[in-house]
């Protein structure tokens, strides 16, 4: 597990000690930091949008934020501020297309799995099923 040098100082480790380590719930979930151009696009939003995003939760509203921000472009940002305070405004909760599994960063990455090999089963041996040429479909 990755450590921040500050924390391993603080704990007084280095790589390679082994810890013991322990997990409690915070107390109130942190309220996010809202970027400039989504604040802009909700504070010219309907009452209504600034009303539902007083309303929902902290992470709810950190979906929102991180929907938009994790576009590339940045006119894709723009649009996706405009999209979030238009949901927000007909009272949806979160965002309507938001996959949260990738929430925490491109930088954390799957498992990598065991490099033994495995064994084809029959139903994974099989050929692919092949779409009907155009040729074929026209006659």
Known sequence: MKVER?????AGVEAGDVVVLAFSPVAAEPEPMIP?????????A???ARTVW???TPMARRDFIH????AKREETREKRATAAC???AQGKRRPCCFDRSGIYGKNL??????AAPVEATA?????????PSEKSRRS
Do not use: G
């Open 6 to 10: 500050t924390i391993c100082r603080a």
């Open 36 to 44: 400039p151009r989504f604040r802009a696009a909700l504070a010219a």
């Open 46 to 48: 309907p009452e209504r």
């Open 54 to 56: 007083a309303d929902i």
């Open 67 to 70: 929907w938009i921000e994790s």
């Open 86 to 88: 238009d949901m927000l």
């Open 109 to 114: 990455t799957a498992p990598v799995a065991d």
């Open 123 to 131: 139903a994974s041996s099989r050929p692919a099923a092949r779409r």
